[in-house]
């Protein structure tokens, strides 16, 4: 509630239950005051010692975005902030589209193999977002959860030995102390330094002094004690008690401070402390040095179970197990679990491995990482364990099985990915090149892999990438907007793209790296004829003659210009970056980028950075239509895989019983 406290004046009396316009009340001191009229001219009337509440509510008064903690930077009328969170640069949205992929059956199929080859001569939409897909899957694949029994033994670092610190000393059993490991029991001392005398004296100083203080203390309690038993006076007491302690320190001195100081590291402190001091002064040093005695060995973090009256006399108690299960009268056996003799096929127990097939190791020894680590997740996902994992069929019946894999590479390291795996060996395709969508209400508990868009937009380009990447482009890849051959399950790798932007001619491809869709207009002939005319020498003189045009009209050229191509141009030269920087608050985006920040302590956080960026949205494509591509037709007259088979001898067909052929009249005639 303090948020909305007002710092400034009271109200009046009159002025705080009076909301009306034509207020006639006179203007006397504390009571009532004069009716005016909003300096920015929203219409609004009231009393003058409500102006600053009416700031609070003006339309017209400046305030910053409502994501100005995000970054935006903008300052506006509070009338206008709704509307600017459609276009807010703070706004982002990240696109959550999935989408999923079934893993291939054969990835030495004569369509994917023949595609891998052709991979830099043709570009595929289909194919190239199934590679994409598949880098991503095998760089968050762990070969720890599929193969464990595999990894190598991970070796435990040893833990760096920190140096004491005061304010915050670490409770465990070796401790450093001004270069000293002292053990936890504070029996040997180890000097692996030279000992600081200056920090040594000045603690002992310290401690005599509580010493002293503590004594002093003690010594003025008992002479109140004996001055009203006796009823003597309190000056005399008070002489007579601060002579005591400096008689006693003076015998002190004397006697060796390492067996009878009362500091924490030294032996038998709490000892002495117990009967020297009260128990309120005990108290008040274990809470004050609790760390260092602890450190030091003098007390324990807990009660040990020996000395624990609780928990130091129990024992354990042995569990009795009850089986109180029984099968149901409706249970029905399988009829591979029947015990009938006469009907169950005779079984023995027998080890069986691939010794029986004759097959050496170089020859089908080892086994494919990628293809095994996908069949593994696959298996568990649509099973719920593995092959090798012992799985109860029903309640009296149980599966034990055991698989065991050879690979190359093994044993694998503990952190390993797939991606690092298979960084050496030549590329294969283990995705399907078809993908399906399925909304969040369905089951998706089964072996397709799920992927994610993941991409960030402003507020108002997000219902453009949605439209034209996953809904016109993604989803019509399998047929509509890229068609295949339909000889392609033979090996055929012909493919023709039948869309185009209905208002200009465009190239629509897949960049891998960035993974997104990109539209690149195609550049007429007679532009190229031209350049095409210019000598080689001239065209190298003027190859950066776009630099040379002045700031404004470079200015309005790029504002033409989508998020992708301002996002490439700004790469181009320190001169464009600063030309698409001007346009960064109306065409970009700023984010937050976490890193992560240590200090010298040895404790870490993380620091936000603002970051400023344009996103990957090419331009806006609202119609598509048929490209004049020609018919499949024509391809499959010169397509290599469509072999017509030409019969010329005759063939009996699946009518004919033999050497004779029945005609249609008999055949009808004997069927009545």
């Known amino acids: 509630m303090s948020r909305y406290r007002r710092s400034g004046p009271r109200l009046h009396r009159h002025c705080e239950t009076c909301y009306s316009r034509r207020c006639k009340a006179s203007i006397e001191v ?95 939409l289909d194919l190239s977002m199934a590679l994409r897909d598949q880098k991503h899957l095998c760089a968050r694949l762990k070969m720890r959860s599929c193969f464990p029994e595999l990894m190598e033994e991970q070796e435990e670092e040893p833990a760096p030995v920190k140096k004491y610190d005061i304010e915050e000393g670490a409770v465990g059993k070796n401790t450093v102390c001004n270069g000293m490991h002292v053990n936890g029991h504070g029996e040997d001392v180890v000097l692996n330094g030279p000992v600081d005398k200056r920090k040594y004296n000045l603690f002992e100083k310290m401690f005599s002094m509580e010493m002293g203080g503590c004594r002093q203390a003690e010594a003025e309690a008992e002479a109140s004690k004996t001055e009203e038993k006796k009823g003597k006076k309190t000056s005399k007491g008070s002489q007579g008690a601060s002579v005591e302690p400096e008689k006693k320190e003076a015998n002190v001195s004397h006697v060796d401070i390492s067996k009878t100081g009362l500091a924490p590291w030294q032996d038998g402190v709490l000892e002495r402390l117990g009967r020297e001091v009260k128990p309120r002064e005990f108290n008040m040093y274990i809470v004050h040095h609790g760390r260092m005695l602890i450190s030091f060995g003098q007390m324990d973090a807990c009660t040990p179970k020996e000395r624990d009256f609780v928990y130091g006399s129990l024992e354990p108690i042995p569990v009795q197990t009850l089986r109180s299960f029984k099968v149901p009268s409706s249970y029905k056996q399988r009829r591979i679990q029947l015990r009938e003799f006469n009907t169950r096929v005779m079984t023995e127990h027998k080890c069986v491995g691939t010794s029986d097939l004759d097959i050496s190791e170089k020859d089908g020894g080892e086994m494919d990482e990628m293809f095994s680590t996908l069949l593994c997740h696959a298996e568990a996902e ?53 993908t399906e969508t399925v909304t969040l209400r369905h089951n998706k508990s089964t072996s397709a892999f799920t992927f994610l868009c993941g991409h ?161 949205l090419f331009s806006k494509v609202g119609d598509w239509c048929i490209d004049d591509t020609p018919s499949m037709a024509e391809h499959l007259k010169c397509c290599p895989f469509y072999q017509t088979e030409l019969k010329t001898e005759p063939f009996a067909l699946a009518s004919m019983k033999g050497k004779e052929r029945d005609s249609l009249v008999s055949l009808f005639m004997g069927r009545r």
């Open 456 to 616: 960030f937009f402003r507020r108002d380009e997000f219902a453009s990438h949605f439209k034209n990447v996953h809904l016109d482009i993604q989803s019509s890849l399998s047929g509509w907007f890229e068609q295949r051959c339909p000889l392609a399950y033979l090996g055929c790798t012909f493919s023709q793209r039948r869309l185009q932007p209905s208002t200009h001619r465009a190239k629509v491809s897949y960049n891998q790296d960035l993974s997104i869709f990109t539209l690149t207009p195609e550049v007429s002939d007679s532009l190229r004829s031209d350049s095409q005319t210019v000598p080689l020498q001239a065209r190298v003189k003027y190859e950066d003659s776009l630099s040379n045009l002045p700031f404004e009209v470079l200015y309005h050229i790029a504002s033409y210009l989508d998020s992708f191509t301002l996002s490439q141009l700004a790469l181009v030269s320190r001169f464009f970056r600063d030309i698409c920087a001007t346009l960064l608050q109306e065409r970009g985006m700023v984010s937050f980028k976490w890193h992560k920040k240590s200090y010298s302590h040895g404790r870490t956080s993380w620091k936000p950075t603002k970051v400023w960026e344009f996103s990957t």
């Open 30 to 124: 504390s009571v009532s005051c004069m009716v005016i009229n909003c300096r920015l001219l929203c219409g609004a009337s009231f009393h003058m010692c409500k102006e600053d509440e009416h700031s609070l509510l003006c339309p017209n008064v400046n305030v910053p975005c409502l994501n100005a903690h995000y970054g935006c930077p903008f300052t506006m009328c509070r009338s206008r902030l709704a509307k600017h969170l459609e276009v807010c640069p703070a706004s982002v949205v990240c696109c959550l589209k999935e989408w999923n992929r079934w893993p291939l059956e054969n990835p030495e199929a004569p369509l994917y193999t023949n595609l891998l080859k052709e991979l830099y001569e043709q570009e595929s």
């Open 382 to 434: 649509i099973r719920g364990h593995k092959i090798s994992e012992t799985v109860p069929t029903d309640g009296l019946y149980v599966d034990i099985a055991t698989q065991t894999y050879s690979f190359s590479t093994a044993p694998f390291k503990y952190n390993a990915t797939l991606t690092e795996i298979t960084a050496g060996k030549d590329l294969k395709l283990h995705v399907d090149l078809d």
